[in-house]
């Protein structure tokens, strides 16, 4: 257990249950919901009818969302973008290997951005952070604060190169049942390993450095720095 010594001040952020609990139905309707589209149609009809249906279910998602004035997250779309050039590859050259390749190379360069914007000196996770969560401008100003990032973009790098690895392995190893199964296990057990290594990071490094961190139930649009005693009145 880390011992905090003074604390004097305190992040809110949201906790890993309360993360889930936004995020579930996202998962559920862009990643899950895709994988069965796909495994049902490939197994009866093929490829083809296989990527374009689960292309067209993403697109068609996108679009009843813009329509009932939902906001779509930066990722959603480059997921899009990323889904589409899967499906031009794999109606070009009618191999599966060849669409699922794609989102496996996706990730190691994703994982090798993330490390090498470590040592240019703009840390890739600050960045994202930022854009899902605006912090006040007394957590902004907060040293220890913005010195965990270039912590959490290496978390990232080894976490993402670690899953293309691996997803590259199975590809080239089994059967495209088997590797759509492992697969879909295989990309929320590594998220969720990143997000629970990198919030026990992060709390113990603003213990070390007289932060408490406060996880909150809720998911908070604006995290803020406060002092202890004004939030203990």
Request: overall charge positive; some cysteine.
């Amino acid at each position: 257990m880390v011992d905090c010594g003074h604390v004097d001040r305190r992040i809110v952020i949201p906790g890993l249950r309360a993360i889930v609990s936004h995020s579930w139905v996202t998962v559920l309707t862009g990643k899950i919901v895709p994988l069965l589209i796909f495994l049902g149609l490939f197994t009866s009809v093929g490829i083809t009818p296989a990527v374009l249906a689960a292309l067209a279910w993403s697109l068609g998602l996108v679009a009843y969302q813009r329509a009932n004035g939902h906001r779509i997250a930066g990722l959603v779309i480059l997921s899009i973008v990323g889904n589409t050039a899967k499906t031009i590859v794999a109606l070009a050259t009618g191999s599966v290997v060849a669409y699922f390749i794609q989102p496996t190379i996706s990730t190691t360069l994703i994982g090798t951005a993330f490390l090498i914007s470590v040592p240019l000196g703009f840390p890739l996770a600050e960045r994202l952070v930022r854009d899902f969560c605006p912090f006040d401008e007394a957590t902004n100003n907060e040293p220890a604060f913005a010195a965990f990032f270039p912590r959490l973009s290496l978390l990232w790098a080894a976490t993402s190169l670690l899953n293309g690895g691996v997803t590259l392995y199975l590809l080239l190893t089994q059967s495209i049942t088997n590797f759509l199964i492992l697969k879909a296990f295989l990309g929320p057990a590594t998220t969720l390993l990143t997000i629970t290594v990198g919030l026990w990071w992060f709390q113990r490094s603003m213990n070390k450095a007289g932060i408490e961190v406060v996880l909150s139930r809720r998911v908070h649009t604006a995290p803020a720095l406060v002092a202890a005693s004004s939030a203990a009145a």
